[in-house]
């Protein structure tokens, strides 16, 4: 994949339709056989706090990758070509705690820029992120009452909010101006 570093203030996404169409892989661990895994995230956002480019990645404690997120200082999320759909689906039905992950996607991690966290060679975009705060749904803060409607067996998301250290990706994703 032809990728080349973006600047986190250069970067060109639809942060509304990259999570409903496109999904994410979310990667925490070293790149060790064992030492890490990854699922699909459809929700999430991009942004700025503290002053900071900032990506939010929310994980359910049930989630092998929660261990993961939890034990790593950071963590990567990839966008992937359309012709990876089956592998994204795959590794969001499907927990590492059960499967061999990377055999069973076809996915190729790869050592990351800035972080300990793989990511991987058949991505289009790839954002490295080191943990700089997390926060639990709590369902007392709960203004709407829809989302409760997300929790039936009480598993709140906690919300792992990860500075941008470094975006690599194809031209598409990288504005000049
Ligand atoms: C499209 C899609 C989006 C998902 N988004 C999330 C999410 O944002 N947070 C989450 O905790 N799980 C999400 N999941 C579920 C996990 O990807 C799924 O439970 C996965 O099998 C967990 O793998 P693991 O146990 O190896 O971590 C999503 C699944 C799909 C298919």
Redesign the pocket.
Known sequence: MDRKLIDPSRLVLNPVRIFMED?FILCSGENLPGKF?F??????SVGVMWGKPCFMA???PV???YKFMEKSHDFTVCVFPKSQRKAL?L???????DID?VKETGLTPMGSLKVMSPSFAEAELIIECKKIYFGDVDPRNCISATIAENYPEKDY?RMYLGEIVAVHGTEKYCSEK
Request: cysteine-free.
């Open positions: 999904w895994n699922m699909t995230i459809g929700w999430g929310p994980v359910r989630r092998h990758t689906a590794s969001g039905a499907k927990s590492g705690r992950k998301h």
